[in-house]
């Protein structure tokens, strides 16, 4: 067991180092060829920062492990609100007021990240998330990315910097670093498990949901500390759609997925749509809001392994 535990944590290290790679290599790669900050920011390092989700919902997905690659998605997406955002306005409750122009572009971002996670949600109602429901989510991720790339404003100081030659290298060990730590999550959250007795779901739910959102909790903290609220805020929600969208949507063609429990769909909606007072309220209010939800994820977290099936 204990060397279960030590594998899991070798994952997830390898994930978080192999998605810091590549977004380092992909950043400096499209910034030598004068593409803007404010797309890199958008597209790039939401992808990157989500990359770990997409290796592990899709090889879970691929080995039959298809509710890890669920319990993955939608946990990662609960964390990165309800942990994630949360914990970085709790530390700079003003950074989404002083974002200043970007503001705007959040405003617009908000709604299309709660326009994907609808979406999901109606296409849930089913009972089943089968290949038709992939290529719906494929489709509508194409739509936003689109109106995403419409979009040419500058954004703020992104510290982005070009390594030359080695920007190519650092995204392929980023994407091998990445793939190994996957699979070793994948592996040992399945044996973690069946070892407790608890559904595959619930472990995909939280631990490793958890995991594959280390890397936004590291980028959307620092940019937090430096006051640079629209890269922090941006990446939650670049990410969110992300994982509802395209990784779910590629998880999907490999593999339908059963819905066995409605509450985590609501739960997922909720908790999107608490960003909200994050983004609009006045900082004294977001201080609170963030503890709140902070709490709320405790509660959550602690609810979904109390109802799970032992056996």
């Given amino acids: 067991m204990i060397t279960t535990f030590i594998i899991f944590i070798v994952g997830v290290a390898l994930l978080i180092k192999g998605a ?8 400096g790669l499209a910034l030598r060829h004068s593409i803007s900050p404010a797309l890199i920011g958008s ?9 770990p ?23 990662s997406n609960i964390a990165n609100i309800a942990l994630v955002l949360a914990l970085c306005t709790l530390i700079r409750p003003g950074m989404v007021a002083a974002s200043g122009t970007s503001r705007s572009a959040l405003v617009r971002h908000t709604v299309l ?4 996670t609808a979406a999901f949600a109606l296409l849930a109602v089913r009972g089943t998330l089968d290949v038709l429901a992939g ?8 739509i936003i990315l689109a109106l995403l790339l419409r979009e040419r404003r500058e954004e703020e100081a992104v510290h982005i910097r070009s390594h030359g030659w080695a920007d190519a ?3 392929g060990l980023g994407l091998v670093a990445v793939i190994v730590g996957a699979r070793l999550v994948v592996d040992s959250a399945v044996t973690l498990a069946g070892a407790f007795g608890i559904p595959a779901f619930v472990i995909g739910l939280s631990i490793v949901a958890v995991g594959t959102s280390l890397p936004e909790l590291a980028t959307s903290l620092v940019a937090a500390v430096r006051d640079e609220g629209a890269i922090s805020v941006g990446n939650i929600l670049g990410s969110n759609i992300f994982n509802l969208l395209f990784v779910l949507g590629i998880s999907l063609l ?13 739960a997922v909606v909720l908790f999107s749509a608490a960003i909200l007072p994050l983004l609009f309220a006045p900082p004294s209010v977001v201080r609170g809001w963030s503890a709140l939800l902070l709490t709320g994820y405790a509660a959550y977290i602690a ?7 032992v056996g």
């Fill in 254 to 266: 490999i593999a339908p997925v059963t819905i066995g429990s409605f509450a985590d769909i609501i």
């Fill in 135 to 142: 290529a719906v989510l494929l489709i509508l991720f194409v």
């Fill in 20 to 27: 810091d790679l590549f977004v380092g290599g992909g950043s």
């Fill in 53 to 75: 989700e997409l290796v592990v919902s899709t090889n879970a997905a691929a080995t039959g492990n298809t509710e890890i690659a669920l319990g993955n998605v939608l946990g």
């Fill in 43 to 51: 597209t790039i390092i939401a992808f990157g920062t989500s990359l």
């Fill in 113 to 116: 990240m709660l326009a994907a």
């Fill in 169 to 171: 290298l650092y995204i």
């Fill in 303 to 309: 609810w979904i392994f109390s109802t799970a099936p």
